[in-house]
């Protein structure tokens, strides 16, 4: 494996170390982006490194305290730039993020794109197989519906990952 991408890992670790899941146990943190990496690169083929580093660092922006600039600095102006098409502004409210990700979804970079629908099919897979703690079945029902719809706009980009999507989104909960 190649160093920068351990880095990566070693990055997203340090800066998820205090953090869990939702799911009822409360699963460290770090085994999402470990996730994202791995559906992009065992379960679609893609080796592009600046993507896989993209999914492991995905959410340090948006869920630590990791700045743009750190991310240059560690990772370079390519990288920090896939994961801030992919951050959410957390200074809005949780229903403009939502229907921002589905508007924006169609204009990001295709890298963007990859670890997004990654991003998705982890997601759903783990709210049908171990959900956040305290989630109603319409609650559910609602993730997968608008993960959905952001997806939409993400098609074209890559067809194995669309599928994985769509396989993920048919265990939808009844």
Not at 52 to 72: F, M, P
Not at 124 to 129: F, G, K, M, T, V
Not at 132 to 161: C, I, M, T
Request: proline content about 5%; charged content about 30%; aromatic content about 6%.
């Amino acid at each position: 494996m190649n160093n920068r991408i351990i880095a990566a890992i070693a990055f997203a670790a340090h800066k998820h170390r205090d953090q869990r899941r939702k799911d009822e146990a409360a699963s460290p943190y770090i085994n999402h982006p470990i996730a994202l990496a791995n559906v992009l690169t065992n379960e679609a083929g893609i080796d592009d490194e600046a993507v896989l580093i993209g999914a492991i660092l995905h959410d340090t922006v948006e869920d630590t305290e990791t700045t743009e600039q750190e991310l240059v600095e560690a990772f370079g102006r390519t990288i920090a730039d896939i994961v801030l098409e992919v951050t959410d502004d957390k200074n809005l409210p949780a229903a403009d993020r939502k229907r921002l990700q589905i508007e924006h979804a169609a204009t990001i970079s295709r890298p963007a794109k990859l670890v997004k629908l990654a991003d998705k099919i982890c997601n759903l897979r783990d709210i049908a197989h171990s959900p956040p703690a305290g989630w109603s079945l319409q609650r559910k029902q609602e993730y997968f519906d608008w993960a959905k719809a952001v997806v939409d706009n993400l098609r074209g980009a890559h067809p194995q990952l669309e599928r994985l999507f769509d396989l993920a989104y048919a265990a939808r909960p009844q």
